[in-house]
């Protein structure tokens, strides 16, 4: 199954393209996002393998004008390793990512986890800055507010 999705963004220029395919093991994102960062123009792609749960297992980014690019994977436990294989614990226990530039990976936990109305849930994220493209480990709340009919 594919799907297609494109989105724009209301906050400031830009706009995203992304396709979604899944098979019986894993989920694969195809994106391109088109933006300002500081007033200069970039278009990121970026790809995102994902176990049938919902959970990373690899991110690629690369945004060519800025000449440069970001690998990570994780062994879905909360461990992180660079594109060398080197361990990143100053990323120990995120399950999730959370990429600036998209709506789409703060969907990662939702489709995963059991939801009750009005409780919170947190969750440990690698953020991911563009253009810079850092990796930090943040909390983040996220509560269901209404059900959708």
Not at 2 to 16: A, I, R, S, Y
Not at 128 to 143: A, G
Request: aromatic share 10%; charged share 20%; glycine share 4%.
């Amino acid at each position: 199954m594919k799907k297609t999705v494109v989105w724009e963004n209301n906050e400031f220029f830009g706009l995203e393209n992304m396709e979604l395919s899944n098979t019986d093991h894993k989920i694969n994102i195809e994106s391109s996002v088109i933006s300002f960062a500081n007033k200069y123009p970039y278009k990121l792609n970026y790809r995102i393998s994902l176990d049938n749960n919902w959970i990373v297992r690899q991110i690629a980014i690369e945004i060519n004008n800025l000449n440069t690019s970001l690998h990570v994977s994780s062994n879905g436990k909360g461990q992180w390793f660079d594109e060398k294989g080197n361990d990143l614990p100053h990323l120990d226990g995120a399950i999730d990512i959370d990429l600036s530039c998209t709506p789409f990976t703060n969907s990662l936990p939702i489709n995963r986890s059991k939801w009750i109305q009005n409780v919170p849930l947190i969750f440990e994220m690698v953020f991911i800055s563009v253009p810079d493209l850092t990796l930090k480990k943040v909390d983040q709340h996220y509560t269901l507010i209404d059900e959708k009919p």
